[in-house]
């Protein structure tokens, strides 16, 4: 390859590709826009028998008892937290290195969100650090398939055992994961999907409670639609009034999903396990192609998780390169591969510091963050999108390597 082609985009050179690809996208065809056109046309939009389907297709395909669909992932963790009886003074353990939804849902109900480190190498939560995090005071934990793996399971379970601990996991990242075989939403006391558009599928927003467990399933059902119940089992005072009477027996939100979004959920996965494939292929060529650069560590896999990934991360070793990671962003994004960075550290964020919260408190994950960006994942990426993803990896490096 001449000279002048390999010289970077953000230096005056040619970018790799002509148009922008994103770090992530939904795939929608025809059949989506379909089944969502036919809940338009139909009697119910909200409270139809759609959103019953997509219960009862979550429950087949992940093996757990009861699923119920509620408006977003967000959603799905506050009930979640509401049915774990999260309240002042309680303490949740979970992740630093998540979306700021997977702790925010414990300051919804009162409770405080304590952080445990990761592991240096899969970024999941660290089971020895959860152990040295427990107080008295320790409830839950939500622990969260960071970019799809699955979190160290019968670890966090043998942890919640011995200490009387609910086990929550934020699986908005890692549908269509298996554990050691068993789907993941069979595993946990209760797990937590979103439909997110970056999400594996999609319903535009949407997220889903799972559990084998029947009094929280009671709880979220009640906690996603204003604590109230048709049902005379539930019922108080006087389930005879006639048949219009309805309770409010707990404080509950509405929570809950369109139709037309079950719908476009329900339709979306009759394709997950296909975009499941394509996401591993594509892991597969990534990690093929950076296994010989020194620049880049990859994310390590546990042998216990078959992982469909939502994220591709690449950890630049910045010890190894002249640029910053800041460079080598803006560099990727000249090349027209827009990269993004996931996450923050959610206690950095300028509200968790007012309650209290500083930097320094999770060192691994900070150590990480510094490095981490996360190049383009997702099932509609064809085999020149992710060359080219790879060739623009390569050529910043090779440029800024020492
Ligand atoms: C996306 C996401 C959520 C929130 O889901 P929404 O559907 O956007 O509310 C929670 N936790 C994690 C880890 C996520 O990535």
Known sequence: MDKEMEKLAIKGGYPVRSGKIYYGRQWIDE???????????????????KVEELERTLEKYTGAKHAVAVSNGTAALHCACLAAGIGPGDEVITTPLTFAASAN????CGGTPVFADVEADTYNIDP?????????????????????????????????DEFNLIFIEDAAHSIA??????????????????????KTITGGEGGAVLTNNDEYHKRVVLAHTHGITHDAALMEDAPHEGPWYYEEIALGYNYRITDFQA?????????????????????????????????????KEIPESDTCRHLYIVQLD?????????????????????????????????????????????????????????????????????????????????????
Not at 105 to 108: D, G, P, S
Request: charge should be positive; aromatic fraction near 10%; hydrophobic fraction near 40%.
């Open 318 to 402: 910045l010890d190894k390169l002249t640029c910053t990671r800041r460079e080598f962003f803006d560099a990727m994004s000249a090349e027209n591969v827009q990269c993004q960075i996931h996450y923050i550290p959610v206690y950095w964020f300028p509200y968790y510091r007012k309650l209290g919260y500083n930097k320094g408190l999770c060192p691994v994950a900070e150590q990480i963050y510094k490095g981490i960006v996360s190049i383009p994942l997702y099932p509609k990426m064809n085999d020149q999108d992710v060359a080219d993803v790879i060739h623009a990896v390569k050529k910043v490096v090779e440029n800024y390597k020492k």
């Open 177 to 198: 994961t298996k554990y050691n075989g068993k789907q993941v939403g069979s595993l946990a006391d209760m797990t937590c999907f979103s439909f997110h558009p970056v």
């Open 263 to 299: 719908a476009l959920i329900v339709n979306q996965m009759k394709k997950l396990d296909s975009f499941a494939a394509r996401r591993k292929e594509i892991v597969k060529k990534y990690d093929e192609a950076f296994k010989d650069v020194p620049e880049i560590i990859v994310q």
């Open 128 to 160: 020895n650090s959860i152990r040295e995090k427990i107080t008295p005071k320790t409830k839950a934990i939500i622990a969260v398939d960071f970019t799809g793996q699955a979190v160290k399971n019968k670890e966090i379970r043998e942890i919640c």
């Open 105 to 108: 849902c414990v300051l919804y």
């Open 31 to 49: 059949s989506d826009v379909e089944a969502v056109a036919n809940v338009l046309r139909g009697d119910y939009i909200t409270c139809g028998p």
